[in-house]
């Protein structure tokens, strides 16, 4: 079966927040989701001020498009940590480039989202967005590999607590 090709195209960009990707600390981030007021009225976002969370969609539009590995590696290329398949693990280096953030958001003042820990840097692109429905979080008990938690583990501290 060959590889369907479509076109995406973003309704919103991050502006603010941080400037550098980076693996951690991103918790207490601030930033504001503007969406395109060229496709969209304030009308857009009504109701969403009655959600905590919200899921984003988006571009790693600063990621160098050579550095693409479909095959296993391994994560952060910690030697400790066991190579995984592209699959097996959430980086940027993917086909089509695309990251999931949920974040929390702050408050809805028209067209512009303020949130707090999006992982996503001043720029990028947001191809969609929606509220988190609690009942679309997982189902049953949860499990994941151990590396993953060790390398997650400041991965939403607060800058500020790099010392801790």
Sequence with gaps: MAAEEFTVESIARVVGGRTEPTDD?????RAVIRVDEKRFT????????EFSH???????HLTD???LN???????DNPEWPEVGIFGHRNMRRINWLGVSRCRLVKVDGLDLHVEDLDAVDGT?????KPWF???GPRGSVQQARWSTD???GYFAAQDDQSA
């Design 151 to 153: 390398m997650l583990e």
């Design 42 to 49: 304030p009308e857009a976002t009504k109701g969403l001020e």
């Design 65 to 67: 498009p050579t550095d």
């Design 134 to 136: 609690s009942e679309f």
């Design 70 to 76: 479909l095959g296993a590696r391994r994560p952060r």
């Design 25 to 29: 600390y991103w918790g207490g981030t």
């Design 54 to 60: 919200l899921e984003v969609v988006f571009r790693f």
């Design 125 to 129: 692109p947001v191809l969609d967005i």
